[in-house]
């Protein structure tokens, strides 16, 4: 049985039965928020950043929130396999006390992705003219900058309430903020009704905006105040765009989406809101992959590894578990490097409308 699906949109379908997979058909790559969900593609983004996109002169730009940002941040570095595999090693084995404060798993965060990535990495992502970085992280707006945990939980239950009714109600709580290493040229403006801002991706900023993509709510503390951007509290860029729901590229330019599950919910709100389902005219150009059900079931406990891991196993049990599902992530590679060395047939490539709602 195969162990990657490759969804494809109406337009990426055509290209790819005539074309194959090259690497030179795709203007974006995309990740999406998760957490520790991203390990199951962990060898996959070891093919992507070591030998598919190895040797690229045009423009690739990637964007991605929380996990998803901090995965594609590592190909813009000068040594991307180095600094996926140092992300994987350091986020797989993270552990913390009994109890721990959101200080605590705030410190440990930052230590970690200044250890994987650095002020030297960071430099290296914004002149980097190829692989061109846009982190995503979204900015409170009023009580979701209070001193106050009791204010920030009516705020954020505000704002779910809110997203029940409309999407686009998130922008009376939060601004999509992109930090982009593009500047002005970012090409996601305005890339939907919901309030975008685009602020340069600096030297100052790079690690801040890390740290906030992937701040969960009442998780991690967030950052406020990040150089270069309107003064707030910056959050987890998944709240709005956990798995993103919005046109990416032209209908001629080809999007890649490696993602850990054949459910795209666009926000994390949505998960909640089973009507709630992603516009398919946004991703007619996408490329999915993804681990099949096949795949995961083969996987420890038959799932793939998320937060919840940390209260539901020993910390030796879940160690050994994600070690696991690292390991056997380069099946994934394999047969994807197998598919762009030979011919993509008719029924490889699944209808989006094959992609599950929930799951």
Excluded at 296 to 325: M, Q, Y
Aim: net charge negative; charged share 20%.
């Amino acid at each position: 049985m195969s162990a990657l699906t490759l969804y494809a949109g109406p337009v990426a379908r055509e290209r790819i039965l005539q074309e194959g997979i090259r690497p030179e058909q795709f203007k974006v790559l995309v990740g999406a928020s998760g957490g520790p969900k991203w390990f199951v593609l962990y060898g996959l983004d070891r093919f992507l950043f070591g030998d598919f996109f190895k040797g690229r002169t045009s423009p690739l730009l990637t964007i991605g929130s929380s996990a998803g940002a901090w995965r594609l941040c590592c190909l813009a570095t000068a040594d991307p396999l180095a600094a996926i595999d140092q992300l994987a090693r350091r986020y797989s084995r993270e552990s913390y006390s009994d109890a721990p404060t959101t200080a605590e798993i705030t410190d440990k965060m930052r230590v970690m992705l200044n250890d994987v990535i650095g002020q030297r990495g960071i430099a290296e992502i914004v002149h980097n003219p190829v692989f061109c970085t846009h982190i995503v992280a979204d900015r409170c707006r009023g009580l979701g900058n209070a001193s106050s945990l009791a204010l920030r939980r009516v705020f954020l239950g505000g704002s779910a309430l809110a997203n029940a009714f409309s999407r686009s109600a998130l922008s009376w709580f939060f601004q999509r903020t992109i930090f982009s290493s593009l500047g002005e040229e970012c090409p996601w403006h305005a890339p939907d009704k919901l309030d975008t801002r685009v602020v340069a991706l600096t030297e100052n900023n790079g690690l801040d905006a890390l740290l906030s993509s992937g701040s969960i709510p009442f998780v991690l503390d967030g950052v406020r105040d990040i150089s270069g951007g309107p003064p707030g509290l910056y959050l987890d860029g998944g709240i709005i765009d956990y798995h993103f729901d919005f046109r990416f590229a032209t209908d001629d330019e080809l999007v890649l989406y490696p993602h850990f599950s054949p459910a795209v919910i666009p926000g994390w709100f949505d998960k909640f809101l089973p009507w709630r389902k992603i516009n398919p005219d946004n991703f007619s150009n996408v490329l999915f992959l993804v681990p099949s059900a096949d795949f995961v079931g083969s996987l420890p406990h038959g799932k793939i590894p998320d937060r919840n891991d940390f209260a539901k196993f020993p910390v030796h049990e879940r160690l050994a578990n994600w070690e696991t599902v690292l390991q056997k992530s380069s099946i994934l590679a394999d047969e994807f490097a197998e598919l762009v060395e030979g011919v993509v047939s008719p029924d490889r490539l699944r209808p989006l409308q094959e992609l599950r709602r929930q799951g």
